[in-house]
């Protein structure tokens, strides 16, 4: 089992940034790659970026590109997502996940084994 919690959310401006953090407890932290979704009101969640289990690999959606960085310290069982130049559409809830898939990226939410409970980010116009 791994339990994931998020902080960082909150309420910014448009053009802001926030950093969202992702605190693993549980398994080992290395032994998984990591991914970030996000849902707004009445749409599908949304894979937004991803990470495997070293660092080496990143991925972005293209509307993040540019703007959102990913990144995993695991000394401190703990991803982050660092967003800048924030848009209104960016509002969601974000939530982290975790892959047993530990060498590859997906897209996909159901190849994803555990989550977090999700933390809101609102970005106002």
């Known amino acids: 089992q791994v339990q994931l919690v998020e902080s960082g959310g909150g309420l910014v401006q448009a053009g802001g940034s926030l950093r969202l953090s992702c605190s693993a407890s549980g398994r080992t932290f290395v032994g998984y790659a990591m991914g970030w979704f996000r849902q707004a009101p009445g749409k599908e969640r949304e894979f937004v970026a991803g990470?495997?289990?070293?660092?080496?690999?990143?991925y972005y959606i293209d509307s993040v590109k540019g703007r959102f960085t990913i990144s995993r310290d695991n000394a401190k069982n703990t991803v982050y997502l660092q967003m800048n130049s924030l848009k209104p559409e960016d509002t969601a809830v974000y939530s982290c996940?975790?892959?047993?898939?530990?060498?590859?990226?997906?897209?996909?939410?159901?190849?994803?084994?555990?989550w977090g409970q999700g933390t809101q980010v609102t970005v106002s116009s």
């Open positions: 990470i495997n289990w070293s660092g080496s690999r990143k």
């Open positions: 996940a975790a892959s047993r898939n530990y060498a590859t990226i997906t897209t996909r939410g159901n190849e994803y084994d555990y």
